[in-house]
C-alpha cells in the first residue's frame, strides 16, 4: 500500500512566549559615603563666542526753544527714545546690549546769541553684541541707522514736548571724546560636575538644584581672573541621577578681554578646582 507522505519538518526553534519573564537587572551596589568634591570637567559642544563692544556717539538736538534743559525723566525719555529707534534698525547679525550717557552730560546745551538757537549735545556710549566676523561693521552700521532713522527720534520728541521740540534737528556725529573700549568676548562653557562614591538613595531636590547653582556662581565670582565676570551659570540639560556616578551638566557663561578668550575656560576650571573642597563641605551640610 502507499506509505503516507510525510509533512514538514517542525522548527526547532522554540517560539517567544506572549508573556515572556524578564529576570530584573541588579542595581551595582553602592555604599553610601559622604559626598566627596564634585569634579568640574570640560565636555561638548564647542562654547559659542559673541563679541562685546561699546562705542562712542554724540547725538545733537539743534534749534529746540531756547533755555531748555532736560531733567531727569527728560533724559531717560530721550535716551529710551534712541535706544529704541537703535534696537529696532539695526541688523540683525547685531545685538544692543547697552546705551548709556557719557560723562557731563548735564547742562550741556549750548546758545548761539547771534542766532538765538538753543542745540542741545549728547554724548552716548551705546554697546553692541554680535559674532566676531560682524563686529568690523558694527560702528558704520550704528552711524548708518541712527542716520537714516533719526527722524523717528525726532517725531517722539514733539509727541513729548511739541513747545520744545517743534523745530528740532537731529544729528549724530562719531564722538572723540569717549574711548572706544577694548572688545570683550561673551562666552558660554558646558561644564560637567561629576559626584563620585554617592549613596544610591541621593536625589537633588529643586531646593537643592537652586542652591547648588547659587554656589558654584558664588565660587566662580570670588575665585575668577579679575579680568572676567561671571555672566550666568545654569542647568544645560537633565540630569543624570540614576545612574553609579551622578552627573549634572551646567552651561557657565563669563565675558572678559578678547586676546585672552583662549584661557576663558582654564578659569574657570581653576577657579572650581581651588575651591572644590569648600563645595564639597557644603554639600556635606
Given at each position: 500500500?502507499d506509505r503516507?507522505?510525510?509533512g514538514p519538518?517542525?522548527d526547532?526553534t522554540?517560539m517567544?512566549?506572549?508573556?515572556?519573564?524578564?529576570?530584573?537587572?541588579?542595581?551595582?551596589?553602592?555604599?553610601?559615603?559622604?559626598r566627596?568634591?564634585p569634579?568640574p570637567?570640560s565636555s561638548?559642544?564647542?562654547?559659542t563666542?559673541e563679541?562685546e563692544?561699546?562705542?562712542p556717539?554724540?547725538?545733537?538736538?539743534?534749534?529746540?526753544?531756547p533755555?531748555y534743559?532736560?531733567n531727569?525723566?527728560d533724559?531717560?525719555?530721550?535716551?529710551g527714545?534712541?535706544e529704541?529707534?537703535?534696537?529696532?534698525?539695526?541688523?540683525?547679525?547685531?545685538?544692543?546690549?547697552d546705551?548709556?550717557y557719557?560723562d557731563d552730560?548735564?547742562n550741556r546745551n549750548?546758545?548761539?546769541?547771534?542766532q538765538?538757537e538753543?542745540s542741545?549735545?549728547?554724548?552716548?556710549?551705546?554697546?553692541?553684541?554680535g559674532?566676531?566676523?560682524?563686529?568690523?561693521d558694527a560702528y558704520?552700521?550704528?552711524?548708518e541707522?541712527?542716520e537714516k532713522y533719526?527722524?523717528?527720534?525726532?517725531e517722539k520728541?514733539k509727541?513729548?514736548?511739541?513747545?520744545t521740540?517743534?523745530?528740532?534737528?537731529?544729528?549724530?556725529?562719531a564722538?572723540?571724546?569717549?574711548?572706544?573700549?577694548?572688545?570683550?568676548?561673551?562666552?558660554?562653557?558646558p561644564?560637567?560636575?561629576?559626584?563620585?562614591?554617592v549613596?544610591?538613595?541621593?536625589?537633588?531636590?529643586?531646593?537643592?538644584?537652586?542652591?547648588?547653582?547659587?554656589?558654584?556662581?558664588?565660587?566662580?565670582?570670588?575665585?575668577?581672573?579679575f579680568d572676567?565676570?561671571?555672566?550666568?551659570?545654569?542647568?544645560?540639560?537633565r540630569?543624570?541621577?540614576?545612574?553609579?556616578?551622578p552627573q549634572?551638566?551646567?552651561?557657565?557663561?563669563v565675558?572678559?578681554?578678547?586676546?585672552?578668550s583662549?584661557?576663558?575656560?582654564?578659569?574657570?576650571t581653576?577657579?572650581?578646582?581651588?575651591?572644590?573642597?569648600?563645595?564639597?563641605?557644603?554639600l556635606?551640610?
Amino acid at each position: 500500500s502507499d506509505r503516507p507522505t510525510p509533512g514538514p519538518t517542525p522548527d526547532p526553534t522554540p517560539m517567544p512566549s506572549k508573556n515572556p519573564t524578564l529576570e530584573p537587572t541588579k542595581r551595582p551596589t553602592i555604599k553610601p559615603s559622604q559626598r566627596p568634591a564634585p569634579e568640574p570637567s570640560s565636555s561638548e559642544p564647542t562654547p559659542t563666542t559673541e563679541v562685546e563692544q561699546t562705542f562712542p556717539l554724540q547725538f545733537n538736538l539743534d534749534d529746540i526753544a531756547p533755555g531748555y534743559i532736560p531733567n531727569d525723566a527728560d533724559q531717560a525719555s530721550i535716551l529710551g527714545f534712541i535706544e529704541d529707534m537703535i534696537r529696532e534698525n539695526l541688523d540683525p547679525s547685531l545685538e544692543l546690549a547697552d546705551i548709556s550717557y557719557g560723562d557731563d552730560r548735564r547742562n550741556r546745551n549750548l546758545v548761539s546769541t547771534k542766532q538765538m538757537e538753543n542745540s542741545l549735545y549728547l554724548p552716548l556710549e551705546i554697546t553692541v553684541k554680535g559674532p566676531p566676523g560682524a563686529m568690523d561693521d558694527a560702528y558704520p552700521e550704528l552711524l548708518e541707522v541712527v542716520e537714516k532713522y533719526k527722524e523717528e527720534v525726532a517725531e517722539k520728541l514733539k509727541d513729548m514736548d511739541y513747545d520744545t521740540f517743534k523745530d528740532v534737528n537731529v544729528s549724530s556725529e562719531a564722538s572723540d571724546v569717549i574711548d572706544v573700549d577694548s572688545p570683550t568676548h561673551l562666552i558660554t562653557h558646558p561644564v560637567q560636575f561629576v559626584f563620585n562614591n554617592v549613596a544610591v538613595e541621593y536625589d537633588l531636590s529643586e531646593r537643592d538644584q537652586t542652591s547648588f547653582i547659587l554656589h558654584v556662581k558664588k565660587i566662580l565670582k570670588e575665585n575668577m581672573d579679575f579680568d572676567w565676570e561671571v555672566i550666568q551659570v545654569a542647568y544645560a540639560s537633565r540630569f543624570e541621577l540614576d545612574v553609579p556616578t551622578p552627573q549634572i551638566p551646567v552651561r557657565i557663561t563669563v565675558r572678559g578681554p578678547a586676546e585672552e578668550s583662549d584661557r576663558s575656560l582654564s578659569f574657570i576650571t581653576d577657579a572650581l578646582e581651588a575651591r572644590k573642597q569648600d563645595l564639597a563641605t557644603y554639600l556635606k551640610s
